[in-house]
């Protein structure tokens, strides 16, 4: 077990879970802007949803890619090179830094109905940050880590970065 890589994405980990957590307060209060429908409307397109299920299956594909490189990197330690030890600090530093951000930004971003580039700038550094962990996953040769972290990476640069960010107040309605 690597404690310090253990420590790290557990207590990183607490800003991105406590943001979702104000997430889902500030959007049940009556009369709020900002609500998981307004966060999800990009992946509406002239009524179809297909692009929000597609969305919600490779977030839950994400979560459990995060949850096995999370295993693999942190609990059973299959790091082999104090390198890889260091790109994996500063990755999940980076991802777990702005990915605790983008909440609240985004609800900045509702509440002024305004698109920042700072928005896309944490979309795009959680993307990066996730290189690092697919470096590592080959380097390594292990083609499960390999594949997840190709899922997390995908998700992240290609959904969230460029189709979500896209499409956020795009839309009619706000």
């Known amino acids: 077990m690597d404690l310090d890589l253990l420590l790290l994405i557990l207590v990183g980990g607490i800003p991105v879970l406590s943001s979702y957590l ?12 900002i609500s998981v429908d307004a966060l999800l409307q990009p992946f509406v397109k002239d009524g179809n949803n297909s692009w929000k299920y ?30 890889q030890r ?8 980076l991802f777990l830094s702005n990915a605790g951000q983008y909440t609240h ?4 971003d509702l509440a002024m109905n305004s698109k920042s580039y700072y928005l896309q700038y944490n ?3 959680v993307a990066v940050a996730s290189v690092g962990f697919l470096v590592v996953a080959i380097t390594l040769g292990d083609v499960w880590l390999i594949v997840v972290t190709i899922i997390i990476f995908v ?5 969230d970065a ?4 896209n499409g956020f107040l795009e839309y009619e309605g706000l």
């Open 162 to 165: 460029w189709v979500w960010y």
């Open 123 to 125: 979309l795009y550094a």
């Open 54 to 83: 597609l969305w919600y299956f490779t977030s839950l594909l994400t979560v459990a890619s995060y949850i096995y490189i999370f295993i693999e990197f942190a609990i059973n330690d299959a790091l082999e090179e104090d390198w």
């Open 155 to 159: 998700h992240h640069l290609w959904l």
């Open 105 to 108: 930004v985004t609800m900045t």
């Open 22 to 33: 104000h997430l889902y307060n500030r959007s049940t209060e009556e009369d709020s802007r």
């Open 86 to 93: 260091s790109v994996l600090v500063v990755s999940y530093t």
